[in-house]
């Protein structure tokens, strides 16, 4: 069936991070890298094929946009998790689809899916 996508996950919360990663590789996704910070996530960018990513909003008070802007330069779709409904996202984000916690699994990869889809891979 092909190569089962990258995708990054970052997450600053280890047992939704761990909870997600087991959802998503049982979807048939790899994923390449759990990290918990901007800057991790950044660095892993720079020397790592991703497909899509999975973005908590809200990292230990620090917001992942730096790494949504860099995935928009890159042209590597992505989505939001997010505890509220993502009313601040603006500019080159506004649109970013967002889905609250607790998070539906099954819509969760259903919405990557249609990412990929989308980017044609």
């Known amino acids: 069936m092909g190569d089962k996508p990258n995708i990054?996950?970052?997450e600053d919360d280890f047992l939704i991070a761990y909870d997600m990663k087991l959802q998503l590789e049982e979807a048939a996704f790899v994923v390449v890298g759990t990290v918990?910070?901007?800057e991790d996530a950044l660095a892993l960018?720079?020397?790592?094929s991703v497909c899509a990513a999975v973005?908590?909003?809200?990292l230990g008070g620090v917001s992942s946009f730096p790494i949504a802007?860099?995935?928009n330069e890159m042209?590597?779709?992505?989505?939001?998790v997010s505890g509220n409904d993502g009313g601040?996202?603006?500019g080159d984000l506004a649109g970013s689809p967002i889905m609250t916690k607790p998070?539906?699994?099954p819509r969760l990869i259903s919405v990557l899916r249609g990412l990929l889809g989308a980017q044609g891979t």
């Open 69 to 71: 802007h860099r995935l």
């Open 75 to 80: 042209r590597i779709p992505f989505l939001f």
């Open 8 to 10: 990054l996950l970052v």
């Open 103 to 105: 998070v539906n699994y």
């Open 45 to 48: 960018l720079e020397d790592t």
């Open 88 to 90: 601040e996202l603006h």
């Open 55 to 58: 973005l908590d909003m809200d």
């Open 36 to 38: 918990s910070s901007a």
